[in-house]
C-alpha cells in the first residue's frame, strides 16, 4: 500500500539528518530548530489557549518533543503525543516526564474516544500537509474534543509579509525541478470556513508576528478554536 505524502517524506528526512549530523542537532533540526526557545513559545501559547493542570492534551505531530519538554517542566497534565517517525517519537520520550505517551500513528484521524480530549495542538503540522487532508483532521479533532474544548495549531498565511519567504524557497524547488518539501498556505477566511463547517467556534486569529507570549513571537500565525 503506498504510504502517505508524510510518512515517506519525514522518515527520509529524520534519516538524512541522523545519518550527517550529532543526535540532539538532527532531533532539533528535523522539526524546525530552536529547540528550548520553540518549545517555551509552543507552552505559553497552549496555556494562553487555556491548558491548565490535570487536563488531557493531545500533541499532533508531535515531533522530537520541543513542546512536551516544556510542558513537563512546567506543569502537570495528561499528554499524548502522536507522530510519524519513530526516531522522534522515541526522543520526544526521553525529554518528556515518564507518565507522557508516545504513538506512531499514520492516518488521517485521532486514536481517541469521542469527547475525551480538553485541547489538541497542532504545531507547524497543517503547513505541510494538504488542506483535504487538514479537514479531515480538524472534523476529528472536533470529534474528540470534549464541549468547550479547544484547538490550536499554527499556520502560514500570504497576509504575513513574514512568511512569503518560505513560499520563495518552495517555489524556487519547484523552478529547479525538484520536489519540494510541501509548505501549504492557510488564509485565515479558510479556518473561519471551516470552523463554520465543522461546528467550531473561531476564538482568536493570532498574527505570527505578535510578541504576545511572554514577549514572543511564535513566527507562524495561531488559530484558537472552541467545540
Ligand atoms: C515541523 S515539525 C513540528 C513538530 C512539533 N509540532 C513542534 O512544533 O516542535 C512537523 C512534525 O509533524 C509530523 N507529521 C507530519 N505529518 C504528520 C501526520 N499526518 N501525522 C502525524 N505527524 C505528522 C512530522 O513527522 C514532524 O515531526
Known sequence: MAQFHFVEDY???????LATKPLDEAMSEAIGGSYEKIG????????YAGLKEGMKLIDYGCGSGRLAHALGISIKIDYLGIDVVDELLNYAASKSPAH????????LNV???????DMV???????HLLHTETYLY???MQRVLRPGGRMVFSFLEFAMPSHWSVFEATVAQQRNSQVPH?????EKNAIQCWANQLGFKVIELI???IEKFNGKALGQSIAILEK
Do not use: R
Open 40 to 47: 517555551h513559545i509552543e507552552k505559553d501559547i497552549v496555556t
Open 138 to 140: 480538524l472534523e476529528d
Open 11 to 17: 522518515q527520509a528526512y529524520v534519516k538524512h539528518l
Open 182 to 186: 510541501l509548505n501549504i498556505f492557510i
Open 111 to 117: 486514536p481517541a474516544e469521542e469527547t475525551s480530549v
Open 100 to 107: 507522557y505517551q508516545f504513538l506512531n500513528h499514520q492516518a
Open 207 to 209: 498574527n505570527g508576528d
Open 121 to 127: 495542538c497542532a504545531f507547524s503540522l497543517f503547513t
